[in-house]
């Protein structure tokens, strides 16, 4: 009979290890335990980790256009608010004109100038609102104030007309003052200003200048015609805002500079009644244009809605499918961490039993 001899340092080595793989087998079940999916997509899918792969990818797209969706809707709900506040400054200046009538009192022309300044200062200041760093009525160049403050009394856009209207003037036959208009004069200028607020007609050029300057890109806005789009959804792209060039702006804008112009005590009867008609005119369908762009946008955040609807929609499903690849039995890989704790703590014990080995004990 022939004894064989076993190391004891062998043996703790081979304890060394089985710890060590234990320990690391231990913190992937701990993993799968805790996220729910397996600690190794890869091994573990084999062949269909790129199906995986590809779902995560489709998962990580619809979440990024959630989120620009989400953003596209807080802009059209700002713009669509500020568009309302608009519109019942508009209603005013109409009611404004209304109670005003014919009336040369003096008292009933100061408070009507004075509504209108409320509602052009109101209405610039809506216009240059600005969220999430962009100005939601500049189109496209959303990083710039799309208003000038036009609402200033020595704002450059006012010093402009007044020197159109002062040159008007003075080419007339005989030349005649703001006062002395007659309704035929009042109607003349009151028409190219028409033209020149829709952009039309340029303003009369001053040498040395050898053409004249588009009042309102050079004088009152800075914004782009182009509205801002997005991409709702994988095949649907929409505008989501609005520009201060709108038709609806201009006829607000030419209301209010009519207005403040004409409608006072240094113009004549003729010429306050014309432009108090142009006034009532024009402010109606800034109303409409108005009120037709805040509803353009609600469409649109409609259509953003049921955007964001049908991509959730996919969203769970593709979820649903990658949690069935993907997703581990949560209760089998508590069971192996339990059996791997209980695998370690016996190494432990045995690894401890065989350092306490010695000679020493059986020599006495």
């Known amino acids: 009979m022939k004894t064989s001899f076993i190391s004891s340092l062998s043996v703790q080595t081979t304890m060394r290890y089985a710890v060590a793989k234990a320990q690391k087998d231990m913190v992937a079940a701990q993993q799968e335990v805790t996220t729910g999916r397996h600690a190794d997509v890869g091994v573990a899918l084999g062949a269909t980790t790129a199906r995986s792969l590809d779902l995560t990818r489709d998962v990580l797209r619809i979440k990024s256009m959630l989120t620009t969706n989400s953003l596209a809707t807080q802009r ?9 506040k608009m519109s019942d400054r508009s209603q005013d200046v109409m009611n404004a004109l209304i109670t005003l009538g014919d009336s040369k009192d003096a008292t009933m022309i100061s408070t009507f100038q004075t509504s209108i300044q409320t509602a052009l200062e109101t209405v610039v200041g809506f216009a240059n609102t600005s969220v999430n760093g962009e100005y939601l009525f500049a189109g496209i160049n959303s990083d710039v104030k799309p208003l000038e403050d036009v609402s200033e009394a020595d704002s450059a856009a006012r010093q402009a ?5 002062d040159i008007f003037l003075a080419a007339q036959v005989p030349p005649v003052t703001k006062d002395q208009m007659t309704t035929a004069q009042s109607a003349a200028f009151l028409t190219k200003m028409e033209n020149i607020f ?4 340029a303003l009369t050029p001053v040498p040395p200048a050898v053409a004249g300057a588009d009042f309102w890109s050079t004088f009152v806005s800075n914004a782009s015609d182009t509205s801002m789009k997005s991409r709702v959804s994988q095949s649907e792209v929409l505008d989501t805002s609005t520009s201060a060039n709108t038709k609806g702006m201009r006829d607000f804008m030419f ?5 403040e112009m004409f409608i006072n005590t240094a113009t004549s009867d003729e010429g306050r009644r014309e432009a108090a008609a142009r006034a009532m005119s024009y402010v109606g ?5 108005i009120d037709q762009e805040r509803t353009r946008l609600g469409l649109s955040a409609e259509r953003v809605k049921k955007a964001d609807e049908t991509l959730q929609a996919q969203k769970n499903i593709i979820e649903t499918h990658l949690n069935d690849l ?4 949560a209760y089998e890989a ?8 209980a695998l370690i703590e016996t190494a ?7 350092q306490q080995l010695s000679l020493v004990n059986f020599l006495r």
């Open 326 to 329: 993907e997703s581990v039995d």
């Open 255 to 259: 209301t209010a500079f009519v207005s």
């Open 348 to 354: 432990y014990t045995l690894t401890s039993r065989l």
């Open 76 to 84: 059209l709900e700002s713009s669509e608010e500020a568009l309302s």
């Open 198 to 201: 829709a952009g039309t007609e």
């Open 161 to 165: 007309l007044d020197r159109e209207l």
């Open 334 to 341: 508590s069971t192996r961490v339990k059996g791997l704790e």
């Open 285 to 289: 369908t800034a109303k409409l244009g």
